[in-house]
Nanobody
């Protein structure tokens, strides 16, 4: 089994910062890419940031320049540093990993349970 656990969400005032972490554990052979998605009430889940195994990143236009994604491959952990937060960043943030599980030797997408980020004005 593979588990993704997010942490670091919370309540912050506009202009503040938060750092999210996502730790992947279990029967993992390799991780191809990790990403952060978010879903606000009444809206579809959207990609926030994505990082590949070679360190290539891409960001949603709405967060570019404010958010930074990084990963520690040795720890199977991804991070999302969020600065200059805005009320419209309020959402549940989900971690995603594109990985090969060693239990099945198959490639698949795995999701964390989500962490709430609330930005007050």
């Amino acid at each position: 089994q593979v588990h993704l656990v997010e942490s670091g969400g919370g309540l912050v005032q506009a202009g503040g910062s938060l750092r999210l972490s996502c730790a992947a554990s279990g029967s993992i052979f390799s991780i191809n890419a990790m990403g952060w998605y978010r879903q606000a009430p009444g809206k579809q889940r959207e990609l926030v940031a994505h990082i590949t195994s070679n360190g290539s990143t891409n960001y949603a236009a709405s967060v570019k320049g404010r958010f930074t994604i990084s990963r520690d491959s040795a720890k199977n952990t991804a991070y999302l540093q969020m600065n200059s937060l805005k009320p419209e960043d309020t959402a549940v943030y989900y971690c995603n990993a594109d990985l090969i599980a060693s239990s099945s030797w198959s490639r698949g997408n795995y999701w964390g349970q989500g962490t709430q980020v609330t930005v007050s004005s």
